[in-house]
């Protein structure tokens, strides 16, 4: 299997709270791109670590990567109700001609 | 913003009709890709272009075929709808660059029903 597996299937947390959701995958990869995903609509870019990363950071988002362990956890920090939204890791093994594979998310729901 | 855009943005039809979804990018982007989607459920690649006139199968079998004519431009078609047609379709484009995968955009989908 070419995707990566989003875990927990679901998240619920209260404003301020952080959320933190994995990432597993089975093969070796050149980088890992997490999205974002609002209901019913298109996937958002939010980050991309390469394999030569260990810890990577943009605003509320922490991303890491542990190849040893072909697994990455996304933090959000200081949650938000607008952070609500299904999250979608994709690996990206390098040697496919640029096909991108999603698994199911992570479904985080943040109560105000 | 992303520069990509899908129609329509929604769609009933009868079994049996012939429908076309649109995707296009204005970014220039070499690679195109479609996915299908049911509510909660994982993205399945289904088709796949690296450039003009260049298209491959996902993973995912689909009775849909698509073309790549022009850069901008990747269309989806199906010959004769059915109700298992039924769900969310997304069009995505990202470009060749240092990592051979790079951020993909995504349009706001089409959510197919088949009646």
């Known amino acids: 299997s070419q995707q990566g597996e989003e875990d927990p299937q679901a998240l619920s947390i209260q404003e301020g709270e952080n959320a933190t959701m994995n990432c597993s995958y089975k093969?070796?990869?050149?980088?890992l791109q997490w999205y974002r995903q609002n209901s019913g609509r298109g996937l958002v870019h939010l980050i991309l670590?390469?394999?030569?990363?260990r810890e990577k950071h943009s605003g509320r988002l922490r991303v890491t990567l542990d190849t040893s362990k072909k697994s990455s956890s996304l933090l959000i920090t200081a949650s938000r109700a607008a952070d609500t939204a299904s999250y979608f890791c994709?690996?990206?093994?390098?040697?496919?001609?640029?096909?991108?594979?999603f698994g199911r998310g992570t479904q985080l729901t943040v109560w105000p | 913003e992303a520069d990509i855009y899908q129609t329509p943005r929604y769609l009933v039809i009868g079994t049996g009709k012939k429908i076309t979804l649109e995707c296009s990018q204005t970014?220039?982007?070499?690679?195109m890709y479609w996915y299908q989607q049911d509510p909660g459920m994982e993205l399945h690649l289904i088709h796949y272009?690296?450039?003009?006139?260049?298209?491959e199968k996902g993973d995912l079998s689909s009775e849909s075929t698509v073309s790549r004519i022009r850069t901008e431009h990747f269309p989806l078609t199906l010959e004769s709808a059915r109700p298992s047609h039924t769900s969310q379709y997304l069009c995505?484009?990202?470009?060749?660059?240092?990592?051979?995968?790079?951020?993909?955009?995504f349009g706001q989908g089409t959510r197919l029903t088949v009646v």
């Open positions: 995505a484009s990202s470009e060749f660059g240092e990592d051979l995968n790079t951020e993909a955009f």
């Open positions: 093969t070796s990869i050149n980088n």
């Open positions: 670590i390469r394999s030569n990363e």
């Open positions: 994709a690996p990206d093994r390098g040697s496919t001609l640029g096909r991108l594979y």
């Open positions: 970014m220039g982007h070499d690679k």
């Open positions: 272009s690296y450039g003009v006139n260049s298209t």
